[in-house]
């Protein structure tokens, strides 16, 4: 398969299964749900000035089934959440997730050029772990890239401190996100792809479910805001959310997973979720 190569000026991202809050506003553009081909069809007109993309990561993990990448340099980003359902039956859950993001990163890495399909890219990575992975394992996953005009989402976009994008639930029941396998699962072309385009200071958060089953938008937005006005680099602010996240677990106040869990399955169940906690935040520059 053919990666896309195009000059990076803006973000674009697909996401297969990463979830958000059953009370956050979520926004489309336009109203419109991207194909997954729609990277590789047309090259979108190049910025008079080049974005870039300043990423780092916090773990935190408690099953250490979470894997990610961040490469810079090719403004790729990926975050894979292994399917905890698999420990039930005896099999590595983090086999699957680990083997996605590798397979991923490698790719990335040997690409000639910046500008990488976010579709494209995890197709290649699926099919390659599904080849070299002997157990039937499962994973959630996230690939966003910053290469021409439009952010492709499935994360969180913040300006001038502001929420301004958040991505849609990929659910097939509560707590049952869509999910790539190696025997059955869902479908590569099934992940959700969009765009929303990018201006220099954006700040661009991704992670796990451990992030966003834990803490609301308005206190990542809070976080996020106070980090921007001590001018925190990338590594320490995805550390302040990753802690945040982390106490919410801990804790026995409401959570957006609590929340979800008696709206939607009629439950007394209050306080936090316990879950690795991958956090990536990556700053948009010129």
């Known amino acids: 398969m053919e990666i896309d190569m195009q000059i990076p000026d803006a973000l674009r991202g697909l996401a297969f299964g990463i979830p958000t809050s059953a ?25 008079r000035t080049a974005l870039r993309m300043d990423c780092d990561f916090s773990y935190l993990p408690d099953h250490d089934e979470d894997a990610h990448f961040c490469h810079a340099r090719a403004g790729v980003v990926g975050v894979a959440d292994g399917v905890g359902g698999c420990r039930g039956d005896g099999v590595d859950a983090a086999e699957f997730s680990r083997g996605l993001m590798a397979n991923a990163y490698g790719e990335v890495a040997a690409a000639s050029s910046s500008g990488i399909c976010p579709y494209t890219l995890l197709e290649m990575a699926y099919q390659k772990t599904v080849a070299s992975t002997r157990t039937p394992a499962a994973s959630t996953a996230l690939v966003l890239s910053l290469a021409g005009q439009a952010l492709r989402w499935a994360f969180a976009v913040f300006r001038g401190g502001r929420l301004l994008l958040r991505a849609l639930p990929q659910q097939h ?29 954006d700040v ?6 451990g992030l966003f089953d834990n803490v609301f938008d308005a206190a990542l937005e809070g976080i996020v805001q106070m980090c921007t006005a001590l001018s925190l680099t990338p590594g320490k602010m995805a ?24 709206e939607q399955q009629r439950t007394n169940f ?17």
Not at 204 to 209: I, P, S
Not at 240 to 261: K, N, Q, T, V, W
């Open 23 to 47: 009370t956050d506003d979520v926004g489309w553009e336009n109203g419109h749900r991207w194909d997954p081909m729609d990277c590789d069809v047309e090259a979108a007109p190049t910025a």
């Open 173 to 201: 029941y509560f707590n049952c996100p869509f999910q790539l396998s190696t025997v059955g699962g869902d479908r590569v072309n099934d992940a959700a792809v969009g765009e929303f385009p990018v201006e220099e200071s």
């Open 204 to 209: 661009v958060v991704a992670g796990t479910d």
């Open 270 to 286: 209050t306080g936090g979720k316990m879950d690795d906690i991958t956090v990536i935040v990556a700053f948009i520059v010129s």
């Open 239 to 262: 550390q302040a959310i990753g802690r945040l996240a982390y106490d919410m677990a801990r804790s026995s106040r409401e959570s957006p997973f609590s929340a979800a869990s008696r």
